[in-house]
């Protein structure tokens, strides 16, 4: 007998060589229907694997991720047997899950191959589905395998065994499929119901520009069809809502290749709403005693040697600035920290002053490859809301809640209402990778742990996810569609005050070193843009959207009132424009819809005699007449409400 000891710390006995699917049967047949994988200890097995000595067993369903990544990694495998079958002769490269789906690298020889040929792909696929075809593992010696692929004619397999060791090759067949594959896989396809093929992309095999380009298939799979038709959707709504078609639309920022790829120029509307949320984070930073500072774009080579920057961000930078004099090197900052580090270092300090708390909207370069870059949230020129705290140990806990309020707060005023917070801690039993005493980090930790648990926080803990520096705690936020997005981070470092040798003067007199908290609550001003643009569709919060009103005189005549009207609501701080064209006024009000502007003031001579505007809300329509001040009083209690 062996026993296994499940998530909720119980622990049960079954005979050696039980699978998970024969324990999942034993807790419940309805759990035993929905298991897709389990995890054994550390590893991820099939349904299956024979357990043979004690062990922690978690099942995973199609809720968890990893229960979604063996479906899709299976799948993968279903779309090659189902292309195998109908392009014989076909060469197949590698074929892994992903956070959405899945692809397969083909190398499709002379047949010609495009999204036409999508629904007879996945019919094919359905066919084998619904056949419950088995996925069936073998192990191979290396020798064997090379034989079987080199049949086969197939180079890329034979490449890729070269890299393996002999001993620890497996094969999975479905069908007539045979893959070189380590697993695991469903135990069958039963569960695949539903099928979709979105697109086909070049991929060098490899990743190397030298080599064949191969047609990369991706695909996505569900266990419901109604997940399917959600899922697209989603997708749907998700191209209304590209950051990169409403920004252009909104005028907010725009792309040169003259000034250079993945460096965003943000036009007059986006650079007002950019600067706004860089005062709403200052206003919420000077409340809690944090310090703004600035500090320049650049910084001697080593500087960022001392960091460890260099070392780490040297391959995807830009390339090092010389200057007349020889020998010397700049370096385009990839990181503010270092910086941060050398403005605490500038004079002594004594415990009684800690924490010290700096800030900056820092901007900072990294040249990602261009292939990677996308509209603003993969760029080569960010600026990070960055901020740094100095402070002793007994003040971690209390200043990591004091960060968690800031970021709750941001995400309640911005309606991010679905979120998780990530814990990430360091591995016991690998404890030579981090740096820092163990005392440290069991502070650090325990702080993360309550400080988390105080503010009532949905978390997931990581076990080995820490920095090598310390633990953190990341913020996984759910927008409008349901798409997950990191935004808002708060890490503990030991590791710069050591490189740097940052000290304070405790209460013995002692010299001590401050342990370091970075923390960004939006990241990258850019990225995070780009996320509210998408949650919101691009109908901003009023506080934030660029104009909060529109006027539309129905003709020329009241054009003068109209200009009155724009006065007297700049001076109570509204922002506001007028529609000067000739146009009827339904062609003024459909194109303010358009723009997202929240109010429209149409004004003709009933209005100019009253001194009243007629309102129209964006997406709901006639609000009736009101007067100047009315109107002006509604605007600023909506403000308020929203930052409240």
Known sequence: MIKITLPDGSIKEFEKGTTPYQVSLSISEGLARNVLAAKVNQDIVALNFPLKTNAHLTLFTWNDIEGKAVFWHSSAHLLAAAVEQLYPGVKFGIGPDIENGFYYDIDFMDYPISSDDFPKIEEKMLEIAQARTKFECKEISKNNARTLFVTKNNEYKVELIEDL???????????????????????????????????????????DEKRKQLTRIYGITFPKKKELDDYLFMLEEAKKRDHRKLGKELELFTFSQAVGAGLPIWLPKGTELRERLEQFLKKVQKKYGYQQIICPHIGNVELYKTSGHYEKYGVDSFRP?????????????????????????MKPHSYRELPLRYAEFGTVYRYEQSGELHGLTRVRGFTQDDAHIFCTPDQLKEEFCKVIDIILYIFKVLKFEHFTAQISLRDPEDREKYIGSDTNWEKAESAIIEAAQEKGLETITEIGEAAF???????????AIGRKWQLGTVQVDYNLPERFELEYIDSNQQKQRPIMI?????????????????????????????????????SDKYMEYAYKLKDELEENNIRVLIDERGEKTGKKIRDAEVKKIPYMLIVGEKEEVEKTVSVREHKIGDKGTMSIDDFVSMIKEKIVEELS
């Open 518 to 554: 970075h923390r960004a609550p939006f990241g990258s001003m850019e990225r995070f843009v780009s996320v509210l643009l998408e949650h919101t569709a691009g109908n901003f919060p009023l506080w934030l959207t660029p104009e909060q009103a529109i006027i539309l005189p129905i």
């Open 469 to 479: 520096y310390g633990p953190k705690l990341d913020f996984m936020v759910k927008d």
């Open 165 to 207: 060791e002999d001993g620890q090759i497996t094969l999975y067949q479905l069908g007539t499929f045979t893959d070189l594959c380590r697993g695991p896989h469903l135990f069958d396809t039963a569960s695949i119901k539903a099928v979709k093929l979105l697109n086909t992309a070049g991929a060098y095999w490899r990743g």
């Open 321 to 345: 600035i010389t200057t007349p004099q020889e020998g010397e090197f700049f370096f385009l900052k990839p990181m503010n920290c270092p910086h941060h580090c050398e403005v605490y270092a």
